[in-house]
């Protein structure tokens, strides 16, 4: 599960990027962003656990 996260956070991210720089998205780019960043922390939050 933790790897579906950060696979999901790094193509947020990537859209984001490309959304940023083609002015397309508008608003709702920065909301896939903001899912990114909250993936990410969640993942860093729970650490490994294996």
Not at 20 to 40: D, E, K, R, T, V
Request: no cysteine; charged share 5%.
């Amino acid at each position: 599960m933790r790897n579906v996260l950060y696979l999901i956070a790094v193509i947020l991210v990537i859209g984001w990027a490309i959304g940023f720089f083609a002015y397309s998205a508008g608003g709702i780019i920065h909301i896939l962003l903001i899912i990114a960043i909250i993936a990410i922390l969640l993942n860093v939050i729970q650490g490994r656990k294996v």
